[in-house]
């Protein structure tokens, strides 16, 4: 069947349990595979853990038994479906948590974690980064933890006051821009020129070069802290290197200057709280992270082994006095603990980081993934429902979408005024021919398709959205309005406004004839349209499970048949009532007379007046 003898124009759709093919004529073999299966959707399903991949939902309504086994499928339930996506889902989990992702993966560099694409790794680059007014947080508790350590051991001198105080107004300052964003109500308050200030939270979490300069400076905050007052330690006494054992060693301990020794452990602590802080900006680069990492091991090391080795001797010849007896082990030495322990760190969060990195660019580009095919779902999903609204209305496609109807459910709908168009091309029996000349006919029924098809593009001016093809009969096309009303609507409606799309299937009818002879003039053709409309109460329904129909019944849809069967070529016959329906509209009705309609009897039928100038010849009138 041609494009045309298809309603709207059909687009995309999958069908299951066949797969998917690309050519016409595996698509063809599809459609009929259809089988018991029914019509099956592919959608975005939602569960309780966030979104699903697929979900299929129920097949249409059949009446029919499958005759073929290979086409029955035992029903799955909702639950059991959910079940075997939820497997799915977890089975992608486990990939994502897998180390071969680490090993083998094809979208990244393995040394630097680049990723191979330029635009992506730019994207991730400048992609926002909300999280990082937490990460400024943490470090102020790091930072927070140095400062009591220092407070409560190291000795008090100005210069801890002063820095620390200077060091306090900067991390004020730091949390206040990233944290302005939840104080906009508090700013929208105040005054017009306070308004600008909430957009610095959007503008660091937004712009990467703001975001890597207060991150940089807030590291760099906490890892000078955490050493600098060490320069400003009053100089404690030592004792001789050659261990005199006439020093008294109660004058040793009791020496005033002595005190600022004991807080030589700790300062090893605040620096490695302070290469901790590094690791807390989760998504700041692996590079800088190791330079900074890097840069603070060379100074830490310096100072407790160069600059300022001698505090620990010092610390420990005042621990020890007696080095011939109690000789301390190598690692009891602050200078040598130290640098052991900052390597470890070193060490520790450098794989930290790398690993960090990877889960991150990983996390990324997983959610890109994600989106893009989240989009073609949506995508297939809006071509099915298209497809599935040509072939069905679109108030009936929704009884059938996201609904787990039984095979053996039966949809129908009454309906109260519904106005039913046959329109026939009488003459193409005649024109049909088969010979070599037409390619054994094909040539008409290629003509044909053109014509229907060029009907059927009617329906998507908006003047014609309430008109519903129905079908299409050899050379005879179907259509109705009023389909989309609920039923019993028509009752609470005064009859013209119920009457209005009566109007519009004879605006369509005319349409179709005025379509028909431009076909004519390209064509070379004398077509002529025989049109006979008729409304009222229709019952409707879908019918069919290898190959479901929706049509109507009722007396209503036999009279619209024979209104065209004993019509006349170009003009639009209609009924006794419906001439009435359509005077109340403005329309102007002529009488034919009395004619014999097979199955009803004598009816009294009339003529739809399309063009006013020759309608005034015609007599009598309706009124």
């Not at 709207?8 to 018991?36: M, V």
């Not at 929208?188 to 712009?207: D, E, F, I, N, R």
């Not at 007896?325 to 603990?337: A, D, H, Q, S």
């Not at 099915?384 to 059938?400: M, S, T």
Request: proline share 6%; with cysteine; charged share 20%.
């Amino acid at each position: 069947m041609g494009s045309g003898l298809l309603p709207r124009g059909a687009r995309g759709l999958e069908f299951s349990p066949a797969a998917p093919t690309s050519s016409p004529a595996a698509s063809g073999s599809t459609l009929r595979r259809w089988g018991g299966a029914g019509l099956r959707l592919w959608v975005l399903a939602t569960g309780p853990r966030g979104p699903l991949p697929y979900r299929v939902l129920s097949p249409l309504p059949h009446t029919s038994p499958p005759r073929s086994v290979f086409r029955v499928r035992s029903p799955k339930g909702p639950d059991e479906e959910l079940d075997g996506v939820d497997e799915k889902f977890f089975q992608v989990l486990e990939q994502l948590n897998s180390q071969k992702q680490w090993r083998k993966s094809e979208d990244f560099n393995r040394i630097t974690l680049y990723f191979k694409e330029k635009l992506m790794e730019k994207e991730y680059r400048l992609s926002a980064l909300p999280a990082f007014k937490y990460y400024t947080a943490c470090t102020f508790l790091v930072f927070l933890a140095g400062f009591l350590i220092q407070m409560l051991v190291a000795h008090k001198t100005p210069a801890l006051g002063i820095s620390y105080g200077i060091s306090f107004f900067l991390f004020t300052l730091l949390l206040f821009i990233c944290f302005a964003g939840n104080l906009a109500k508090c700013f929208q308050k105040g005054p017009k020129m306070l308004y600008w200030v909430p957009s610095l939270s959007t503008a660091v979490c937004t712009q990467p070069w703001l975001r890597v300069t207060l991150g940089i400076t807030t590291i760099l905050v906490v890892l000078t802290m955490a050493m600098f007052n060490l320069f400003f330690i009053p100089t404690p006494w030592c004792p001789p290197p050659s261990h005199n054992p006439a020093v008294p060693v109660n004058a040793t301990r009791e020496s005033p200057s002595t005190d600022s020794l004991f807080s030589i452990p700790y300062y090893v602590y605040c620096c490695i709280l302070g290469l901790l802080s590094c690791s807390l900006f989760l998504h700041m680069n692996f590079e800088l992270k190791l330079l900074m990492l890097t840069l603070c091991l060379v100074i830490y090391n310096v100072l407790f082994l160069h600059s300022h080795a001698w505090l620990s001797d010092c610390y420990v010849g005042h621990l020890y006095p007696n080095q011939t007896m109690l000789r301390p082990g190598v690692l009891k030495e602050p200078k040598l603990m130290g640098a052991v322990s900052l390597f470890v760190f070193f060490f520790t969060l450098l794989a930290l980081a790398r690993q960090n990195e990877y889960y991150c660019r990983l996390d990324f580009l997983w959610k890109k993934k994600f989106k893009k095919e989240r989009e073609e779902i949506e995508t297939m999903e809006n071509l099915n429902r298209v497809l599935l609204e040509n072939v069905l209305p679109a108030d009936v496609a929704q009884q059938f979408i996201g609904q787990n109807r039984r095979n053996e459910d039966l949809y129908h709908q009454s309906y109260d005024c519904v106005c039913v168009l046959f329109a026939s091309i009488p003459d193409f029996k005649e024109f049909y021919s088969e010979s070599n000349v037409n390619h054994e006919g094909l040539e008409c029924l290629r003509l044909l398709n053109e014509i229907i098809a060029d009907f059927d593009e009617l329906l998507s001016k908006p003047k014609f959205s309430g008109v519903e093809k129905i079908k299409t009969i050899g050379s005879t096309y179907m259509a109705a309005t009023g389909l989309n009303a609920t039923s019993g609507q028509d009752n609470q409606q005064d009859a013209e406004r119920s009457y209005t799309h009566l109007g519009i299937m004879v605006e369509f009818a005319v349409a179709l004839i005025a379509k028909l002879d431009i076909i004519n003039k390209h064509s070379f053709n004398t077509f002529k349209l025989r049109v006979g409309i008729n409304h009222g109460p229709v019952v409707a329904g879908v019918i069919g499970a290898q190959k479901p129909q929706y049509d109507i019944w009722g007396n209503t849809v036999n009279v619209a048949s024979r209104m065209e069967s004993t019509g006349v070529l170009g003009k639009i016959q209609v009924t006794e009532e419906t001439a009435r329906a359509l005077e109340t509209l403005g329309y102007t009705c002529y009488l034919r007379g009395v004619i014999k309609v097979k199955g009803k009897g004598q009816l009294r039928t009339y003529y739809v007046c399309t063009d006013l100038s020759r309608c005034g010849l015609q007599a009598p009138m309706l009124s």
